[in-house]
T-cell receptor
Framework: EAGVAQSPRYKIIEKRQSVAFWCNPISGHATLYWYQQILGQGPKLLIQFQNNGVVDDSQLPKDRFSAERLKGVDSTLKIQPAKLEDSAVYLC??????????????FGPGTRLTVL | EDQVTQSPEALRLQEGESSSLNCSYTVSGLRGLFWYRQDPGKGPEFLFTLYSAGEEKEKERLKATLTKKESFLHITAPKPEDSATYLCAVQAAGSYQLTFGKGTKLSVIP
């Protein structure tokens, strides 16, 4: 079974520029998550999708971050404009079930973003 | 607010020297406690899920245990390939969000 795919793996941009990350979850997984992991910290949830809909985006900085999940499969996370403090690894995760059961989240390799 | 504290921040062991990592948590009703392993430049890799106090799970040289306030990851006779950062996360009742600790960076020296 193929794992969670993410691209690009690395991105370097200037502050105030925009950037987008792509994620393809494990086939058949209904739930998709985007996390931000700052160096030396654990991952922090940004947004959670169940199929096409947003379940939780309470920690997403909506003035600059946006995310979408088209057709309930692939997802993109965008930052516009980027700030220095956005430098981090952006992790995508997916899980099979969407309700009532503790469900294992499987992570992709992440995209390392450096904002100069 | 859910909180997870992991200790120590870093641990250096000789090959074969057993030890334990600690994860203390505060959560309003525990749905599950998760252990992940993260290698440099990679995403977290799932190890275990524990659901209730007294539960234990094992995988190769790793054994995870759970009490009402903390979880331990015991590493028996570690090898250099066990070197990684070990992350603990909790999921509260009524939520699907994982709250992670900062991790313990384990180095196993040959």
């Amino acid at each position: 079974e193929a794992g969670v795919a993410q691209s690009p793996r690395y991105k370097i941009i200037e502050k105030r520029q925009s950037v987008a990350f792509w994620c393809n979850p494990i086939s058949g997984h209904a739930t998709l998550y985007w996390y931000q992991q700052i160096l030396g910290q654990g991952p922090k949830l940004l947004i959670q999708f169940q199929n096409n809909g947003v379940v939780d985006d309470s920690q997403l900085p909506k003035d600059r971050f946006s995310a979408e999940r088209l057709k309930g499969v692939d997802s993109t996370l965008k930052i516009q404009p980027a700030k220095l403090e956005d430098s981090a690894v952006y992790l995508c995760a997916s899980s099979r079930l969407s309700g009532g059961v503790t469900d294992t989240q499987y992570f992709g390799p992440g995209t390392r973003l450096t904002v100069l | 607010e859910d909180q997870v504290t992991q200790s120590p921040e870093a641990l250096r062991l000789q090959e074969g020297e057993s030890s334990s990592l600690n994860c203390s948590y505060t959560v309003s009703g525990l749905r599950g406690l998760f252990w992940y392993r993260q290698d440099p430049g990679k995403g977290p890799e799932f190890l275990f899920t524990l659901y209730s106090a007294g539960e234990e799970k094992e995988k190769e040289r790793l054994k995870a245990t759970l009490t009402k306030k903390e979880s331990f990851l015991h590493i028996t006779a570690p090898k250099p390939e066990d070197s990684a950062t070990y992350l603990c996360a909790v999921q509260a009742a009524g939520s699907y969000q994982l709250t992670f600790g900062k991790g313990t960076k384990l180095s196993v020296i040959p």
